[in-house]
């Protein structure tokens, strides 16, 4: 077993989960279901929707303030980008929007899957004597759903999810809470994710140490100022 510190704090969405990844494929997927009520019936077609509805969905997140918002009620801001990208697209028809919103949303939820080696990793470092948070963003009904259905309470000594504790990552009240509850000091705890400012710079500039969860090789962003401390590609690298 490596050196480990005292405390470790998980995100959960596609860290110990895989939920929103790679979205292009399954946009392409769940479009080509709609092609007739779209009228869209090429690739071309389809390719366009497409991209009409992720431009959209990444102008929506892309404000802080509104996402900070909208990602308690992720369905309802999904029906909004598709709204907005049939539009774009030329095809406004806002009933049909929401059916292939709420198509997506069921579709991801089916296809949420556990990374093979997290609960292996998350036992290992329990074992270990290490004390570990789950804190993630999201609603509380949403994200409890997930814990329950992939068998994360037991693994955890505390679980935070934002809808519930009334604020989200990147708020330093979020790590400094998680911490307190564990009873452990920021210099000894690591932060793991896949979200940079999240889970890399913000927990950093408390004094956690930020490890960057990059299963897709995807690289530090271009834009990004802070270094992780480290980077993972898999969650068993944390006690290899
Ligand atoms: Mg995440």
């Not at 093979?116 to 470092?125: E, G, K, R, Y």
């Not at 809470?177 to 793991?192: Q, R």
Request: a neutral charge; one cysteine or more.
């Amino acid at each position: 077993m490596p050196v480990l510190p005292r405390a470790i704090l998980f995100d959960l969405d596609d860290t110990l989960i895989r939920a929103y990844a790679q979205p292009d494929e399954a946009w392409t997927r769940l479009l080509q279901m709609f092609a007739d009520p779209l009228g869209a019936h090429d690739a071309a077609s389809i390719e366009g929707v497409r991209r009409a509805i992720m431009d959209e969905a990444r102008a929506f997140w892309s404000e802080a303030k509104t996402a900070a918002k909208w990602r308690l009620d992720i369905p309802g801001a999904r029906r909004l980008s598709v709204r907005r990208g049939l539009a774009r697209f030329g095809r406004p028809d806002d009933a049909l929007a929401d059916r292939i919103a709420d198509a997506f949303t069921e579709l991801r939820r089916q296809e949420y899957r556990l990374y093979p080696d997290a609960h292996a990793t998350v036992d290992a470092l329990r074992d270990a004597g290490v004390k570990l948070a789950l804190v993630t963003n999201g609603a509380g009904a949403t994200q409890r759903d997930k814990i329950k259905r992939f068998d994360l309470a037991h693994r955890f000594d505390h679980i935070q999810i934002e809808g519930e504790f009334g604020q989200g990552k990147p708020e330093p009240a979020v790590y400094r809470h998680a911490l307190e509850t564990l009873g452990v000091a920021a210099s000894d705890a690591w932060m793991v994710g896949d979200n940079y400012e999240w889970e890399v710079v913000a927990p950093q500039k408390l004094g956690l140490c930020g490890i960057w969860y990059d299963p897709l090789g995807m690289g530090i962003p271009a834009h990004a100022t802070a270094r992780p401390s480290r980077i993972i590609r898999r969650l068993g690298e944390l006690v290899e």
